[in-house]
T-cell receptor, first 114, second 123 residues
Framework: AQTVTQSQPEMSVQEAETVTLSCTYD???????LFWYKQPPSRQMILVIR??????QNATENRFSVNFQKAAKSFSLKISDSQLGDAAMYFC???????????FGAGTRLTVKP | GAVVSQHPSWVICKSGTSVKIECRSL??????MFWYRQFPKQSLMLMAT?????????EQGVEKDKFLINHASLTLSTLTVTSAHPEDSSFYIC???????????????????FGPGTRLTVL
């Protein structure tokens, strides 16, 4: 079974600075998809960014970018120019190309200091 | 993005009662819905995959007789927690993925749209 590990339970960043959240996963599959979701205090899950495993180019979405290292099974999220609204729980998730369900990491709580 | 609603948003019940939670896909027909459970300060754990018109697929360790799932239509899936106990208190979240037009096939790259969740408190 696939597992997703987020080794940082909590992270803190100063407003306008850059922070990187780490995520590693374990799988024997070659085709899969990786996601970062944000869960603010409202508990509503919001997609931040996603990456297809067969694409070597790292995905970017405005201030959010990933460092995808397929061989190392690593999928870190970089948040540039951090804003107060970025404060939330961030979950890394894995989805097989052949299954619909999604596996989540334990999450990283990000605090943004003004 | 898709709109997914859950009802109720918060329910408090006595131990031993059954609680039904609804998940609705408001703007597309969802052949597949997912049910997750999230304990305080923990991650989302997949409980089951709900398929319209067929039996749900439960994850290992999830009691199917306790967590009854009914996906009777393409826009509604229900999760019933039977004989609820305090240890069932949790946050229950459903999600859907929009299928491709005409085929009904779900692209795994598609975003999963999550409902706002239902907080269950069993006294």
């Amino acid at each position: 079974a696939q597992t997703v590990t987020q080794s940082q339970p909590e992270m803190s960043v100063q407003e306008a600075e850059t922070v990187t959240l780490s995520c590693t996963y374990d799988t024997s599959e070659s085709d899969y998809y990786l996601f970062w979701y944000k869960q603010p205090p409202s508990r509503q899950m919001i997609l931040v960014i996603r990456q297809e495993a067969y694409k070597q180019q790292n995905a970017t979405e405005n201030r959010f970018s990933v460092n995808f290292q397929k061989a190392a099974k690593s999928f870190s999220l970089k948040i540039s120019d951090s804003q107060l609204g970025d404060a939330a729980m961030y979950f890394c998730a894995y989805r097989s190309a052949w299954c619909n369900d999604m596996r989540f990491g334990a999450g990283t709580r990000l605090t943004v200091k003004p | 993005g898709a709109v997914v609603s859950q009802h109720p948003s918060w329910v408090i019940c006595k131990s031993g009662t059954s609680v039904k939670i609804e998940c609705r896909s408001l703007d597309f027909q969802a052949t597949t819905m997912f049910w997750y459970r999230q304990f305080p300060k923990q991650s989302l754990m997949l409980m089951a995959t709900s398929n319209e018109g067929s039996k749900a697929t439960y994850e290992q360790g999830v009691e199917k007789d306790k967590f009854l799932i009914n996906h009777a239509s393409l826009t509604l899936s229900t999760l019933t927690v039977t004989s609820a106990h305090p240890e069932d208190s949790s946050f229950y979240i459903c999600s859907v993925t929009s299928p491709l037009p005409w085929t009904g096939w779900v692209d795994p790259y598609n975003e999963q749209f999550f409902g706002p969740g239902t907080r269950l408190t069993v006294l």
